[in-house]
């Protein structure tokens, strides 16, 4: 049995109504440290509940604050447990491990911000052998856990029980910018092939998913296919929450993701936590989704508070190589003054604003087909548009430098794209279109952490412990 202090292992911030850990220090001048020390706490907490549950330990965590409240009810339990050991369900003793089998991997950046926020990965697949090859490069060790196979043709006795499993699907039915065939699209229907997998892991499923796609999953169908995938999880025992995050809050690239985690009600009803289908706009849910949430009260919800994203102070210029100007890949002059004549009036007047400047800046700018003809969109903002894969001509990035009565084009670098993805050192030895291939395909590394930090592991760490007021 371990009674647990809430200032120390990290539950004060919510009875003080606090949307996260770091909102109770913020008048600290050493929040870092406390904050540091906290979750050190957290993760050891974790950890022993987890070595001892699969030693055969019955394990009892509590709150001081709830013994204080509740201290009868607590002897109960106590008791109880002597007389008649507690048989945690799988999924809760699965909790403390913090342990991740990583469904549509690509090549790894889901497993990269996960494991900054103490997250281990036990299982990767991925239908992609260049994208594989990427995978490997950084994490050497995929060998023993990376699966190359179509998630419908997976054999579930190759996936480990794990606590959390991750599954970015294929967006290309669900996109804006696609035909939108939906789920039952040749790509996105790579979902269904998923939840296949949780159905027949049985009672080895995990505590915990999270989902990521684009925002048009939301609107997909007129909403229709959105609801398929919040039922599907609802079928599989899992209570979801949803919202949505924006890369640019972290790296200089507008990137928004819708973002699903589910959690299984076995394990939800074992901690005695409340659910609630209340939801509140902010940063990372919009009045849209908000209004979805609202309006679809048969869906089984677990809204939990999230505190908004960083404010990043990131721009453009902080990711670019540092490359001589007579580097071959600086587009001919001829070949810029094209792109640069494609712009429409007001985007040239921008770019003039950027050439009159004594210091080079930086911008990019996009192809698109208006009314049938080809044009340039410039971005001047110090933000990046949205990463894409290469798959045609004006998916590629273009950046346009400019200063002292000039300019120069070229595309992305690969690197300078790796560090829009917040993947700064990752090893590149591929062509640049499987480089390109794999960023453009991939989420946004520090969301992904930021996530992990703000709602995975707190949650985690709430489930562990057996609250004793009643719902």
């Not at 080079?360 to 949205?386: H, P, V």
């Not at 430098?401 to 000039?406: C, D, L, S, T, V």
């Not at 390109?436 to 991939?442: E, S, V």
Request: glycine fraction near 8%; aromatic fraction near 8%.
């Amino acid at each position: 049995m371990f009674v647990d202090g809430d200032y120390w292992h990290g539950n004060q911030w919510e009875l003080r109504g606090k949307r996260c850990l770091e909102e109770q220090f913020h008048l600290s001048t050493n929040a870092g440290y406390w904050i540091r020390k906290i979750r050190t706490n957290m993760k050891r907490d974790a950890r022993q509940t987890s070595e001892l549950a699969k030693t055969g330990w019955s394990v009892l965590r509590f709150w001081e604050s709830d013994l204080q409240d509740h201290m009868e009810n607590g002897v109960a339990q106590v008791l109880e447990s002597l007389t008649s050991p507690i048989e945690a369900g799988p999924e809760a003793k699965m909790l403390g491990d913090m342990t991740v089998a990583e469904f549509f991997a690509g090549i790894g950046l889901m497993r990269l911000g996960l494991e900054r926020a103490g997250w281990a990965v036990r299982f990767a697949n991925d239908i992609d052998p260049n994208k594989e090859k990427m995978y490997h490069a950084q994490f050497p060790d995929s060998d023993l856990h990376f699966h190359l196979e179509d998630v419908h043709l997976i054999d579930v006795a190759v996936v480990p029980q794990t606590t959390l499993a991750t599954a970015s699907f294929p967006c290309n039915d669900l996109s804006l910018a696609g035909a939108r065939d939906g789920l039952e699209g040749s790509e996105s229907s790579a979902f269904w092939g998923f939840t296949r997998v949780l159905r027949e892991l049985g009672n080895h499923r995990p505590a915990m998913v999270l989902l990521e796609n684009v925002p048009g999953l939301l609107t997909s169908h007129g909403g229709e296919d959105f609801k398929s995938v919040l039922g599907e999880l609802n079928a599989l025992g899992y209570l979801v929450d949803t919202f949505m995050i924006d890369a640019k809050y972290f790296v200089p690239q507008s990137r928004l993701r819708l973002f699903v985690v589910g959690v299984q009600s076995a394990v939800v009803a074992e901690a005695n936590m409340k659910t609630s289908s209340l939801a509140q706009e902010s940063a990372i849910r919009s009045n849209a989704l908000v209004r979805f949430i609202k309006h679809n009260p048969q869906i089984d919800w677990l809204i939990r508070p999230l505190p908004d994203p960083p404010v990043s102070t990131h721009q453009l210029a902080s990711v670019i190589e540092d490359t001589p100007d007579s580097l071959t890949d600086w587009w001919p002059q001829d070949r810029a003054d094209y792109l640069v004549s494609q712009l429409s009036p007001s985007h040239r007047q921008r770019l003039n604003g950027m050439m009159d400047q004594s210091a080079w800046s930086f911008a990019t700018a996009f192809r698109r087909t208006r009314k049938g003809a080809s044009t340039a969109e410039l971005r001047t903002d110090g933000i990046a548009g949205c990463l894409r894969t290469p798959r045609g001509g004006s998916a590629r990035q273009i950046l346009i430098k400019a200063g002292f009565g000039q300019y120069q084009v070229r595309l992305l670098s690969p690197r300078e794209c790796a560090r829009l993805m917040g993947a700064d050192d990752f090893p590149i030895d591929v062509s640049v279109n499987q480089a390109l291939f794999g960023f453009g395909d991939a989420v946004c590394v520090p969301v992904i952490e930021w996530i992990a930090l703000n709602y995975l592991n707190p949650l985690v760490n709430k489930l562990l412990r057996r609250h004793l007021q009643s719902q």
